[in-house]
């Protein structure tokens, strides 16, 4: 019997490639993200010009900043409901650092990384410590820092808003990395757009390519079984808590030397945004499955979705119903398909 050609090996390795295919949790976003373009293009002549392109990224790329860290912290299996509040604490302390004591805007800002990541740790040393939900823990540092974000600022500025830091040295060496813009054939590429797609390189390059990678799939699919086996399963959550806390700071810096002031009541409820884009990127509530490619997908569903419907002149109060729709249809797909994963070839 003669030996298979390599034709014949390619036709038999198609139902096995096709299998990994439908076994990737970005898969669904993927398909949601090219409908979504699909439906805005031939609803909004506007949505598909370079212009429109550019805000359509530099919207997504506000939510995939944070998506990147919080996507891996819902594979590792926890929540963070303090992130949409930790980036304005981001921004309000780099502002009242700087002004307050008349610093250059380089101390404000470090000072407002070492505070950010002072709140993941904190959010990480609780959760291993007291063995709480993540939901619990986070809550309450959500709660803290919202009284927090609006009490200092009432008792610094008097206002409920950051003095103006515009004219202090060092603002526009800052407004230079964190809210820059580039013009290249009339698209405007934002700052914001070069920090996610770095976030997004590096976050898939952990997750896929090194130990800590394979620790957080572990810690996300079962805790005990990843602790038995060496795994330092409050290390690990930790060093994730650090990474959302990493992001809220680029992110507090992006809106801080963009609008030169702070508004204390801002990002509350931004948290359930970033969670939502995790999800639509094909994270799981329960962890130990997901991908960031997923959630810079989810973003970028969110960039063309928010855009598109003002330039189809839509009725934006539908803006959050298409999002709950997706979160539910992401939720079941992903279920779906981590199934059809773990029960292999039939």
Not at 53 to 64: E, M, Q
Not at 93 to 118: D, K, R
Not at 189 to 201: D, E, F, R
Not at 241 to 252: D, K, T
Request: proline residues 3%; aromatic residues 10%.
């Amino acid at each position: 019997m003669s030996a298979p050609t390599t034709p014949d090996l390619l036709v038999q390795d198609r139902p096995a490639a096709l299998r990994r295919l439908l076994a990737r949790p970005e898969l669904g976003s993927l398909i949601a993200a090219a409908a979504v373009f699909a439906v805005f293009a031939a609803a909004a002549e506007p949505f598909l010009r370079v212009s429109s392109l550019g805000t359509v990224l530099y919207a997504a790329s506000t939510i995939g900043i944070m998506a990147v860290p919080v996507s891996l912290l819902m594979i590792g299996g926890e929540f963070d409901l303090s992130a949409g509040v930790l980036v304005t604490t981001a921004a309000l302390t780099s502002s009242m650092v700087s002004y307050q004591f008349t610093a250059v805007t380089w101390v404000g800002v470090l000072v407002s990384l070492a505070t950010t990541l002072a709140i993941g740790w904190f959010n990480g040393w609780m959760l291993g410590r007291t063995k709480l939900p993540s939901f619990i823990v986070t809550l309450g540092t959500f709660l803290m820092l919202t009284g927090a974000n609006l009490g200092v600022t009432k008792a610094v500025s008097g206002t409920v808003s950051t003095k103006s830091i515009a004219d202090m040295q060092g603002f526009e060496t800052c407004r230079w990395l964190f809210a820059s813009e580039l013009n290249v054939g009339g698209l405007t590429i934002k700052a914001t757009v070069w920090w996610w797609l770095g976030l997004l390189a590096v976050g898939s390059w952990v997750l896929l390519r090194t130990r800590f990678g394979n620790w957080i799939f572990a810690v996300g699919g079962d805790a005990a079984a990843a602790r038995a086996v060496g795994v330092p399963v409050a290390r690990t959550k930790t060093v994730l808590y650090l990474g959302v806390g990493f992001g809220a700071w680029v992110l507090g810096q992006h809106l801080l030397f963009s609008f030169d002031t702070v508004q204390s009541g801002e990002g509350v409820g931004n948290e359930l945004i970033y969670i939502v884009a995790a999800v639509i990127g094909g994270c799981l509530i329960t962890g130990g499955y997901g991908s960031v490619v997923g959630s810079a997908l989810g973003a970028l569903i969110f960039g063309m979705a928010g855009k598109g419907i003002i330039y189809a002149q839509w009725n934006p109060d539908w803006f959050k119903f298409f999002l709950g729709a997706m979160l539910l249809l992401a939720a079941l797909l992903n279920a779906y398909v981590k199934r059809r994963a773990e029960r292999g070839p039939r």
